[in-house]
């Protein structure tokens, strides 16, 4: 009788030992399957998005009765404004549609934007050679337009 105990207790040792060791390795597996995940996504958005509806060129909106010179050139936006004013950024394609602005210098007074901040925009719509577009910059989003001149 005081065998059969032991046998019984070191059995269940035994199982509780082998289920523990199964759902550990469940949990390896699902941390490395998460981390390989993440990696794909990481190296998935430095790819270069082809084929994106806004090409290199210069284009114009007005604002405040003024207007402003845009142009999109190896990488980088340009806006210009009247007395040597602008504003510099990385662009970085998201989609075909979608864009992200870095700002890297400004040299425009009263301006919301500093440098090292982001801006994302989507073009939403085009008719001829103007682009309708709704941007976000800090959790507001703003609805605009440009002409291609070039």
Do not use: C
């Given at each position: 009788?005081?065998?059969?105990?032991?046998?019984?207790?070191?059995?269940?040792?035994?199982?509780?030992?082998?289920?523990?060791?199964?759902?550990?390795?469940?949990?390896?597996?699902q941390v490395s399957y998460f981390k390989t995940d993440a990696k794909i996504y990481s190296i998935g958005n430095d790819l270069?998005?082809?084929?994106?509806?806004?090409?290199?060129?210069?284009?114009?909106?007005?604002?405040?009765?003024?207007?402003?010179?845009?142009?999109?050139?190896?990488?980088?936006?340009?806006?210009?404004?009247?007395?040597?004013?602008?504003?510099?950024?990385?662009?970085?394609?998201?989609?075909?549609?979608?864009?992200?602005?870095?700002?890297?210098?400004?040299?425009?007074?009263?301006?919301?934007?500093?440098?090292?901040?982001?801006?994302?925009?989507?073009?939403?719509?085009?008719?001829?050679?103007?682009?309708?577009?709704?941007?976000?910059?800090?959790?507001?989003?703003?609805?605009?337009?440009?002409?291609?001149?070039?």
């Amino acid at each position: 009788m005081k065998r059969r105990k032991q046998l019984i207790f070191i059995t269940l040792l035994i199982l509780i030992s082998f289920n523990y060791q199964t759902s550990f390795s469940q949990d390896i597996a699902q941390v490395s399957y998460f981390k390989t995940d993440a990696k794909i996504y990481s190296i998935g958005n430095d790819l270069e998005v082809k084929d994106v509806v806004l090409e290199d060129g210069k284009y114009t909106y007005n604002f405040r009765k003024k207007e402003i010179l845009i142009e999109i050139k190896d990488g980088f936006y340009y806006e210009y404004h009247p007395n040597n004013k602008y504003i510099k950024a990385k662009i970085k394609w998201l989609s075909k549609y979608e864009y992200k602005l870095v700002i890297t210098d400004i040299e425009l007074n009263g301006s919301s934007f500093k440098v090292g901040q982001e801006l994302t925009s989507e073009i939403t719509k085009i008719r001829n050679n103007q682009y309708f577009y709704n941007s976000r910059f800090k959790n507001k989003t703003y609805k605009g337009s440009f002409i291609k001149i070039k």
